[in-house]
Nanobody
């Protein structure tokens, strides 16, 4: 089973930036869709951003539009999330996920997951 390995979380002050990375344990693994979910304490896991293999029309949840940018490297195996102008409400565990089907890329249906990385934004 392919595992997704996240890195880049941490503690940052409001207004700061972080860059998350996610690489699969199998270098040849290039799923159709990759993205990031997050889960804050007491809240449901939500989709933050997602990107197809062709990179066209990435998805962003409304609260991060204009601040976060999702991208994939040219091998299509690594996905990044550049997070700028961070806010305390962005504090959560961020999970990398992947699937072969865009329509199934939800918190309950996505097939491949990382273990999560903590992002904490202080005010």
């Amino acid at each position: 089973q392919v595992q997704l390995v996240e890195s880049g979380g941490g503690l940052v002050q409001a207004g700061g930036s972080l860059r998350l990375s996610c690489t699969p344990s199998m270098r040849s693994f290039a799923p159709y869709v990759m993205g990031w979910f997050r889960q804050a304490p007491g809240k449901e896991r939500e989709l933050v951003a997602a990107i197809r293999r062709d990179g066209l029309s990435p998805y962003y949840t409304d609260s991060v539009k204009g601040r976060f940018t999702i991208s994939r490297d040219n091998t299509q195996t690594t996905v990044y999330l550049q997070m700028n102008m961070l806010k305390p409400e962005d504090t959560a565990v961020y999970y990398c996920a992947a699937d072969w089907n865009w329509g199934r890329f939800t918190a309950k249906e996505a097939n491949f997951w990382g273990q999560g990385t903590q992002v904490t934004v202080s005010s």
